[in-house]
């Protein structure tokens, strides 16, 4: 059975650091796109950051301070979230989809999805 699970979420104070994992199962994590979307209350889902095999992209509001990467061999995508701030706190969910040859993660087009890791931010 094809699954996602989040993990890494807590509480951290503004500037901290906080490191989320994404566990697969079920699948070959190197023939998948795996992004990483954050929904705080009250506000909808946004696109966080987005992984191929080998790029990486980022939304507006983290680039510079957010770093995606990949272990294949542990079937395991990272987002370092470094610098936090009040505006980061939100549910983070990984999703999957099957490489494209695009680094393109719309949350439209992802296939498979995590129940998501709470993160919340204190001043």
């Known amino acids: 059975q094809l699954q996602l699970v989040e993990s890494g979420g807590g509480s951290v104070q503004v500037g901290g650091s906080l490191r989320l994992s994404c566990k697969a199962s079920?699948?070959?994590?190197?023939?998948?796109?795996i992004g990483w979307f954050r929904q705080a209350p009250g506000q909808g889902r946004e696109g966080v950051s987005c992984?191929?095999?080998?790029?990486?992209s980022y939304g507006d509001s983290v680039k510079g301070r957010f770093a995606i990467s990949r272990d294949n061999a542990e079937s395991t995508v990272y987002l370092q979230m470094n610098n936090v701030k009040v505006e980061d706190a939100a549910v983070y969910y990984c999703?999957?989809?099957?490489?494209?040859?695009?680094?393109?993660?719309?949350?439209?087009?992802?296939?498979?999805w995590g129940k998501g890791t709470l993160v919340t931010i204190s001043s």
């Open positions: 992984i191929s095999k080998d790029r990486t």
């Open positions: 999703a999957a989809k099957p490489n494209t040859g695009h680094l393109d993660c719309p949350d439209y087009a992802m296939s498979y």
């Open positions: 079920g699948f070959v994590l190197d023939y998948y796109e």
